[in-house]
Protein backbone atom coordinates (compact mmCIF):
# COMPACT_ATOMS: atom_id res chain seq x y z
CA UNK A 1 0.00 0.00 0.00
CA UNK A 2 1.52 3.01 -0.73
CA UNK A 3 2.15 6.10 1.80
CA UNK A 4 0.59 8.73 -0.53
CA UNK A 5 -2.53 10.66 0.88
CA UNK A 6 -4.68 12.83 -1.06
CA UNK A 7 -5.43 16.32 0.13
CA UNK A 8 -6.50 19.78 -0.93
CA UNK A 9 -3.57 22.02 -1.69
CA UNK A 10 -5.88 24.71 0.49
CA UNK A 11 -4.07 22.49 3.53
CA UNK A 12 -0.94 24.34 3.35
CA UNK A 13 -1.70 27.83 3.01
CA UNK A 14 -1.86 30.38 5.55
CA UNK A 15 -0.17 27.96 8.54
CA UNK A 16 2.74 29.04 10.38
CA UNK A 17 6.17 27.66 9.19
CA UNK A 18 7.93 26.72 12.30
CA UNK A 19 12.03 25.84 12.65
CA UNK A 20 13.64 23.24 14.31
CA UNK A 21 14.75 25.52 17.03
CA UNK A 22 10.53 26.10 17.14
CA UNK A 23 10.85 29.89 16.34
CA UNK A 24 8.62 30.97 13.57
CA UNK A 25 9.91 31.37 10.37
CA UNK A 26 6.66 32.83 8.35
CA UNK A 27 3.61 32.10 6.80
CA UNK A 28 2.94 29.48 4.11
CA UNK A 29 1.57 31.75 0.84
CA UNK A 30 1.54 28.83 -2.09
CA UNK A 31 3.12 26.20 -3.47
CA UNK A 32 5.74 25.90 -6.65
CA UNK A 33 4.68 22.95 -8.73
CA UNK A 34 6.60 20.72 -11.39
CA UNK A 35 3.95 20.67 -13.79
CA UNK A 36 5.91 17.52 -15.97
CA UNK A 37 5.45 15.71 -12.82
CA UNK A 38 2.61 17.06 -10.98
CA UNK A 39 4.97 17.43 -7.94
CA UNK A 40 4.76 19.95 -5.11
CA UNK A 41 8.39 21.15 -5.32
CA UNK A 42 8.49 23.87 -3.01
CA UNK A 43 6.38 25.98 -0.52
CA UNK A 44 6.19 29.82 -0.26
CA UNK A 45 6.72 31.73 2.69
CA UNK A 46 5.87 35.15 3.84
CA UNK A 47 8.69 35.48 6.19
CA UNK A 48 8.66 37.40 9.80
CA UNK A 49 11.26 40.47 10.10
CA UNK A 50 13.24 38.29 12.31
CA UNK A 51 13.57 35.35 9.91
CA UNK A 52 14.07 38.43 6.73
CA UNK A 53 16.71 39.79 8.43
CA UNK A 54 18.91 36.00 9.98
CA UNK A 55 18.26 35.26 6.14
CA UNK A 56 19.61 38.56 5.06
CA UNK A 57 17.31 40.37 3.23
CA UNK A 58 16.14 43.75 3.57
CA UNK A 59 12.51 44.61 4.43
CA UNK A 60 10.84 45.94 1.10
CA UNK A 61 9.25 49.71 1.70
CA UNK A 62 5.54 48.24 0.97
CA UNK A 63 5.01 44.48 1.09
CA UNK A 64 6.99 41.48 2.40
CA UNK A 65 9.53 38.97 1.53
CA UNK A 66 8.48 35.37 0.18
CA UNK A 67 10.70 32.92 -0.49
CA UNK A 68 10.72 29.13 -1.58
CA UNK A 69 11.26 26.56 0.61
CA UNK A 70 11.91 22.63 -0.79
CA UNK A 71 9.43 20.59 0.19
CA UNK A 72 12.04 17.94 1.85
CA UNK A 73 13.03 20.36 4.30
CA UNK A 74 9.25 19.61 5.62
CA UNK A 75 9.31 17.37 8.57
CA UNK A 76 5.30 17.63 9.32
CA UNK A 77 2.59 19.48 8.19
CA UNK A 78 -0.74 19.45 11.07
CA UNK A 79 -2.04 22.73 12.40
CA UNK A 80 1.69 24.30 11.55
CA UNK A 81 4.42 22.97 9.11
CA UNK A 82 7.17 22.11 10.95
CA UNK A 83 10.56 22.44 9.13
CA UNK A 84 13.76 19.87 9.86
CA UNK A 85 16.23 23.00 9.65
CA UNK A 86 16.92 25.80 12.02
CA UNK A 87 16.33 29.97 10.32
CA UNK A 88 20.67 30.23 10.15
CA UNK A 89 20.47 26.50 8.58
CA UNK A 90 17.53 27.48 6.02
CA UNK A 91 19.62 30.33 4.31
CA UNK A 92 21.70 27.90 2.30
CA UNK A 93 18.58 26.37 1.02
CA UNK A 94 15.91 28.82 0.67
CA UNK A 95 15.39 30.04 -3.25
CA UNK A 96 13.92 33.87 -3.94
CA UNK A 97 10.33 33.77 -5.18
CA UNK A 98 9.90 33.27 -8.40
Known sequence: MSDTIMVSINVLFGKDVVGE??????????????????LITHIKV?????AMRELGYKKPL???VEVLLPVGSIKAVGDIISVSKSIKE???IVEPRK
Open 46 to 50: KLTEE
Open 62 to 64: LGS
Open 90 to 92: LKS
Open 21 to 38: DARVIGKSTGAQIDLSQW
